[in-house]
C-alpha cells in the first residue's frame, strides 16, 4: 500500500449541491472505514455542511450531519476553515462541537503531510 | 520518491475561470503561504483556468497571480485553451510558459516533477 | 489534437510503472472535466504509467454515452480508452442512482464499489480530482 492518508478538499456543503457534499463525506467514511486516516478540511461553501441544527427533511434529502458523526465515530479528522466561516457569518458555536477550526493557511502543511488530496 | 527527487512541492490545476467561483483564487492564496515558507509552487491552467493569465484583469487574482510569478512560482498555460479562448500570446501575462502540448506537459509535471498535487 | 491512436509504441519513451488514477465526477457537457479527464488519461497511458479511471456522482454518466455523435462526445474518448486498456470503473452506489446498468453503458466499463476507488486510492502514485 503505496498511501495511507487522504485529505478531502471539501468545497461544497448545502443542500443545493448535495450530490457534491454527500458524494465527499460518503467517500470520506468508505475510507476512512477500509483503513485508510482521513482528513475532511471543509472550505469555502463546504464549512455549511458542519452547522449545527441542519433539518432537510421536508426537502427530501437525510441530513449531512448524520454522515459527519459517523466520520467522527469512526476516527476522521475535521477541519473548518475560519476565513470561509467568517465570510458566511458563522460563529464557532453554530457548528458541530466536535470540528477543529484551523486558519486556511494551515492547509498547506496539510496537503503536503497527506499521500493524496482530492476536492469535491 | 523522496521529497528531493521533486522539483516542486505543490502543483495546483486551475480549470476555472478567476471570477467563477471563488476556489482558484483559494488556491492561489494556498500558494502563497507555501512559497512564503520555502516550498516551490507551479500551477498549470487549462479549460476555463486559462483566463488567470490574461493581461488587463482589474481583479484581485491577477495581482496574486503576477506576485507568485516574482516568487518564482512556475507558472503553464495550454495553449489549445488560450487559442480556444481568442487569447493571444502578447496577451498573456509575462513569466508564464505557454504549452503547445499540454496533456504532455501536464502529466510529465503531476507524475515526474510535483510532489502534491491539488486541482479545481 | 495532441492525443492520438497511432503514437503508442515510441521507443524514446520510457516505461515507468507509476500509477496514475482519475477521478471524475462531473457528467459530460456540463464542463469540461470530463474532456479533460479522459485526455489526461489517454497521455498518461500513452506515456507509459498505469492508468485507472473512475467515475463517480454525475461521472458515471459518461458512461451512458454509447451512441455516434457528429460533435465532441466524452463517450467517444471513453470508447478510446477502453481500447487502450485503461480501467474505468463506475461507483455502483452512483450508477444505482442513476439506473445505469451494464446493459445501458459502454461495454468494457465496469460497475464497482467504492472499495474499487479505494484500492486505487492506496495504490497509486498520483490521483487527480476533475470536476470538483
Not at chain 3, 469540461?32 to 507509459?48: N, P, R, S, V, Y
Request: proline content about 2%; hydrophobic content about 40%.
Amino acid at each position: 500500500m503505496k498511501n495511507h492518508s487522504l485529505l478531502i478538499y471539501c468545497t461544497h456543503g448545502t443542500y443545493g449541491r448535495d450530490d457534491d457534499t454527500y458524494g465527499a463525506l460518503l467517500q470520506a467514511n468508505h475510507t476512512l472505514a477500509w483503513g485508510m486516516d482521513v482528513t475532511l478540511v471543509l472550505v469555502e461553501d463546504g464549512v455549511l455542511v458542519s452547522k449545527k441544527g441542519q433539518n432537510p427533511s421536508k426537502i427530501g434529502l437525510p441530513s449531512n450531519l448524520n454522515e459527519l458523526t459517523d466520520f467522527i465515530e469512526l476516527g476522521g479528522k475535521l477541519l473548518v476553515v475560519s476565513e470561509s466561516l467568517e465570510q458566511r457569518g458563522i460563529r464557532k458555536e453554530e457548528i458541530i462541537d466536535e470540528a477543529e477550526v484551523i486558519s486556511f493557511r494551515d492547509i498547506v502543511p496539510l496537503v503536503e503531510n497527506h499521500d493524496l488530496s482530492l476536492t469535491f | 520518491m523522496t521529497k528531493d527527487e521533486y522539483e516542486i512541492d505543490l502543483g495546483f490545476i486551475i480549470t476555472k475561470a478567476p471570477l467563477e467561483s471563488s476556489l482558484g483564487e483559494g488556491l492561489l492564496t494556498l500558494a502563497h503561504h507555501a512559497i512564503n515558507n520555502g516550498k516551490n509552487v507551479g500551477f498549470f491552467f487549462i479549460s476555463d483556468g486559462v483566463w488567470f493569465v490574461k493581461k488587463n484583469q482589474k481583479n484581485t487574482t491577477i495581482n496574486k497571480l503576477k506576485n507568485l510569478i516574482e516568487k518564482g512560482a512556475t507558472i503553464t498555460v495550454s495553449k489549445d485553451n488560450l487559442d480556444a479562448a481568442g487569447i493571444e500570446k502578447t496577451d498573456v501575462l509575462e513569466g508564464i510558459t505557454i504549452s503547445e502540448k499540454p496533456y504532455q506537459d501536464l502529466v510529465a509535471l503531476v507524475m515526474e516533477k510535483w510532489r502534491r498535487v491539488m486541482t479545481i | 489534437m495532441e492525443t492520438g491512436d497511432d503514437d503508442m509504441n515510441n521507443p524514446d519513451t520510457e516505461k515507468p510503472s507509476k500509477v496514475l488514477t482519475i477521478l471524475l465526477i462531473k457528467g459530460p457537457y456540463v464542463s469540461e472535466a470530463a474532456d479533460i479527464a479522459f485526455q489526461t488519461a489517454l497521455k498518461a497511458k500513452q506515456m507509459g504509467y498505469i492508468v485507472n479511471v473512475f467515475l463517480y456522482l454525475d461521472g458515471t454518466w459518461n458512461s451512458h454515452l454509447t451512441g455516434d455523435k457528429n460533435y465532441n462526445n466524452p463517450g467517444d474518448w471513453l470508447k478510446r480508452l477502453i481500447r487502450k486498456e485503461i480501467q474505468v470503473t463506475l461507483c455502483e452506489r452512483c450508477s444505482n442512482a442513476r439506473d445505469l446498468t451494464e446493459e445501458n453503458i459502454i461495454k468494457g466499463v465496469k460497475i464497482a464499489g467504492s472499495t474499487k476507488l479505494i484500492d486505487y486510492l492506496r495504490d497509486s502514485d498520483k490521483v487527480l480530482t476533475f470536476g470538483g
